[in-house]
């Protein structure tokens, strides 16, 4: 397994930039494939954007093509998730995910390790 640990989420207004960082703590990180979900209040946990493991490959949500970007730096075992151009539907608690497969599936339930959630909020 490994522990991982997102930051820098916060309240922001709309049409503003974050970015979320994901510390993966324990193996190799480059052996996992990773995803980033978030869940808002009232629904179910939904895929936003996944990298492979060596950063090849990359997947998005339609709803946030074009405004999110994943990267990943396995050297410091982190990956992360620009976002720009934020909307208030944008809001929820952000969730980095990983597990030992070469792609990132968008299958929540396919995961094997995650993180405790950061929250982003958008004022209108």
């Known amino acids: 397994q490994v522990q991982l640990v997102e930051s820098g989420g916060g309240l922001v207004q709309a049409g503003d930039s974050l970015r979320l960082s994901c510390a993966a703590l324990?193996?190799?990180?480059?052996?996992?494939?990773a995803g980033w979900f978030r869940q808002a209040p009232g629904k179910e946990r939904e895929f936003v954007a996944g990298?492979?493991?060596?950063?090849?490959?990359?997947a998005y949500a339609d709803s946030v093509k074009g405004r999110f970007t994943i990267s990943r730096d396995n050297a410091k075992n982190s990956v992360y998730l620009e976002m720009i151009n934020l909307k208030p539907e944008d809001a929820a608690d952000y969730y980095c995910?990983?597990?030992?497969?070469?792609?990132?599936?968008?299958?929540?339930?396919?995961?094997?390790?995650w993180g405790q959630g950061t929250q982003v909020t958008v004022s209108p």
């Open positions: 990298i492979s493991r060596n950063g090849g490959y990359t």
């Open positions: 324990g193996r190799t990180f480059s052996m996992y494939s």
């Open positions: 995910a990983a597990l030992m497969r070469t792609y990132p599936p968008e299958d929540p339930r396919q995961y094997t390790d």
